[in-house]
C-alpha cells in the first residue's frame, strides 16, 4: 500500500530537518512509541505498541535513514516484528519544500504487514497505516511548532 501526504510546518527548513534526525522528536511522535534509542547517526532501534482492529502487539524494531541529501530529504525505512502478532515493513520518502519561513514536508511512504495481523483484511489495515502515518506528521508539526515557539 502506498500513503501519500504532506504538511505545511511553520518553521524554516534547517529547524525541520534537525527535528527530523532528533531521536526524541521522533520518540514523542511515533504512535505508540515506547522507546527509541540512536546507535548510530543513520540506525535506531525501537519497541512501538500498535493496536489494530482486535489485535495489540509490541513490536521490536529497526529504523534506518538513507538517501540522506540534507537538508532536503531521505528515506527512513524501519522493520518490526511483534511475535505472533507477526511482522511490518515500510519505508518513507521525506522531502521539505521551503516556502518563505514556513516548509512542506511532502512524504509517499509504502508499508507491509504479515502474520496474524495480516489476516485482518487489507482495509482495516490500510486504514491503520494511513491514520497511523497522518498522526505521526500531524504530531510532528506540534513537536516542531513548540520547539520553534520554546
Do not use: H
Not at 502506498?2 to 504538511?7: F, L, R, T
Request: glycine share 10%; with cysteine; hydrophobic share 40%.
Amino acid at each position: 500500500m502506498d500513503i501519500e501526504g504532506e504538511e505545511r510546518i511553520v518553521a524554516p527548513r534547517d529547524i525541520v530537518w534537525a527535528a527530523l534526525n532528533d531521536p526524541e522528536i521522533l520518540k514523542q511522535c511515533v504512535p505508540g512509541c515506547q522507546s527509541l534509542e540512536q546507535t548510530s547517526p543513520t540506525e535506531l532501534v525501537t519497541t512501538v505498541r500498535i493496536k489494530i482492529g482486535p489485535v495489540a502487539a509490541n513490536f521490536n524494531g529497526e529504523i534506518t535513514l538513507s538517501n540522506i541529501n540534507a537538508p532536503e530529504s531521505y528515506t527512513i525505512s524501519g522493520e518490526g516484528k511483534g511475535g505472533i502478532a507477526g511482522f511490518g515493513k515500510g519505508s518513507a520518502d521525506v522531502s521539505l519544500v521551503e516556502d518563505g519561513v514556513e516548509t512542506i514536508l511532502k512524504y509517499t511512504a509504502k508499508a507491509q504487514v504479515g502474520g496474524k495481523i495480516a489476516q485482518l483484511g487489507s482495509r482495516l489495515i490500510d486504514s491503520a497505516s494511513r491514520k497511523l502515518a497522518q498522526q505521526f506528521f500531524a504530531d510532528f508539526n506540534v513537536a516542531v511548532a513548540a520547539k520553534v515557539a520554546g
